[in-house]
């Protein structure tokens, strides 16, 4: 199913900057739609998941299972190879932060790449219903690709400078919970958030006004057109003139995928320490098999294990699919919204 605005044949003497025409559907018509959209189509939410993946969305997802190391275990495996006597970082500290420098980097650029061709791709597919000569002028191939790679990387420097400048602050309250945890029965995360919370609320309200200026300009570019810098002050001037229809999208699509993720995790949290009790168990699981002189006693901790790991399997799975849902909502919430702030009037 392709859900999107309807769009008023054009004359032949258009160009690609022409807007499409006046969308017929309201603020919470728009959304639903976008809803319906991004559950219906299978292929669409494959390639958000897709998009939502190399765009770091596998970290939550993986996170649950990750098992933090402690000071002393890091020191332990560190040692002096990475501090020396005098308190300063060795050059085997220096090359390893550089190595993760250089890694962070080329991923960076490979998942805008990547991220910038779902995003064009969730456009034109939103569109599935307008008319041929509009799907015909929506850019598309390289160019396009890197101009939003480009608009994507205007919109981080907000987020690398709110990052910068709660960094400290951040670090300082993970340090004080990784030395003396100020309660063991709650997460990690959690207890570095609360202890450092207007920091990451800074830096919250940062990235969502920054992934709000970016989707706007993303899709103004691919709508129109136009220039770089003409669509990131497209971008800016549409969210000013439209601050409740804006902020109805940003709540609606944030708080459905803050759902989905919220979900994903306690599924794949709940699984993973499901794997990890299995692993562990070091008593025996004995059944008796058969009847009889033929009964026979087996330890089904392997089976166990394999039942834990397939319940992982299948949260995963899960959790994808919810994610794929959530961004294509997400996206085609966007693209409705831009496609009907500029919109030419009937």
């Not at 061709?117 to 396009?144: I, K």
């Not at 993720?261 to 599924?267: E, F, I, L, N, T």
């Amino acid at each position: 199913m392709r859900l999107a605005p309807e769009s008023a044949a054009r004359d032949s003497g258009g160009s690609a900057a022409d807007p499409p025409a006046q969308p017929r559907f309201g603020r919470l018509s728009r959304l639903r739609h976008a809803f319906a959209f991004g559950v219906a189509d299978g292929d669409a939410a494959l390639v958000a998941a897709a998009g939502f993946l190399v765009r770091g969305g596998i970290l939550p997802l993986i996170l649950p299972g990750v098992v933090l190391p402690s000071v002393i275990d890091i020191a332990g495996r560190a040692g002096v190879s990475a501090i020396s006597i005098a308190g300063q970082p060795t050059s085997s500290l220096i090359g390893v932060l550089v190595l993760l420098a250089l890694g962070f980097g080329l991923w960076l650029v490979a998942s805008n790449l990547l991220g910038a061709w779902t995003d064009a791709w969730m456009v034109r597919s939103t569109l599935g219903d307008a008319d041929e000569r509009t799907q015909a002028r929506l850019p598309s191939g390289p160019p396009l690709v890197l101009r939003l790679v480009a608009i994507r990387l205007v919109w981080l420097l907000p987020i690398a400078i709110a990052l910068a400048w709660t960094a400290a602050r951040i670090y300082s309250s993970a340090y004080t919970e990784l030395l003396t945890p100020s309660s063991l029965a709650t997460p990690l995360p959690l207890r570095v958030i609360a202890g450092a919370w207007d920091a990451v609320a800074v830096l919250a309200i940062t990235w969502l006004a920054a992934e709000t200026l970016a989707a706007v300009a993303i899709r103004r570019q691919i709508l129109l057109g136009r220039g770089i810098w003409s669509s990131l002050a497209g971008a800016i001037v549409q969210i000013v003139r439209r601050p409740f229809s804006t902020s109805l999208t940003l709540v609606a699509s944030t708080a459905a995928s803050l759902v989905a993720m919220a979900v994903a995790m306690a599924g794949t949290a709940t699984a993973f320490e499901w794997c990890r009790i299995a692993a562990r168990n070091a008593q025996p699981i004995a059944l008796k098999l058969g009847f009889g002189p033929f009964t026979t006693t087996r330890d089904f901790r392997p089976v166990v294990f394999v039942l834990a790991v397939f319940t992982l399997v299948v949260a995963l799975a899960v959790a994808l699919g919810l994610a794929g849902i959530a961004s294509a909502w997400r996206s085609a919430a966007w693209t409705n919204e831009v496609a009907d702030a500029t919109a030419k009037p009937n």
